[in-house]
């Protein structure tokens, strides 16, 4: 005796292959770390600090459909944060130092570092959102 359970899904035989060429994620994170287009890697992802523009200049990708949002604060703040940390146990396990120099050195450091990080994170995780055909980028409208 044999049980047969239908689910509702097509055989595997029938479903429809994926003939999507894929996009090296890899390439893509190396553009966009450098604020370059994950297509074609000579036009620019931001016309202005974080401002991400609409179109490509060279290759018209459309660089809108990106859903960044709070991802490139969150990795900056862990990269900046673990720096700093790893700065000042290493400054006090070294040398004795007055706190003055730690408010002198590390308070800039926690501002500029920041400021330095989040555009090359940004183009990144745009850029990996490129690779990954997510948020419309791969054509097929919103697949969230």
């Known amino acids: 005796m044999s049980v047969i359970i239908k689910t ?8 429809p292959i994926d003939t999507v060429s894929p996009r090296p994620w890899w390439r ?33 990708e459309d660089l809108s459909l990106h859903r960044a949002d709070d ?8 990269i900046v944060g673990h ?5 000042l146990l290493h400054m ?9 120099t730690y408010i002198y050195t590390l308070v800039p450091l926690a501002v500029i ?4 990080l989040l ?6 995780i745009i850029s990996l959102q490129w690779a990954n055909r997510m948020h419309g980028f791969g054509g097929d409208g919103d697949d969230v």
């Open 83 to 87: 720096l700093l940390v790893a700065i």
């Open 28 to 60: 893509a994170f190396r553009r966009g770390w450098m604020g370059k287009c994950p297509n074609c890697g000579q036009g620019r992802i931001f016309g202005a600090y974080l401002k991400v523009n609409g179109n490509c200049s060279v290759c018209n």
């Open 113 to 116: 570092l920041p400021l330095l």
């Open 8 to 15: 509702g899904q097509q055989p595997v035989s029938d479903r």
């Open 119 to 124: 555009p090359p994170i940004k183009g990144a």
């Open 92 to 100: 006090e396990m070294a040398w004795r130092l007055p706190p003055m």
């Open 71 to 78: 991802a490139p604060p969150y990795v900056t703040i862990v």
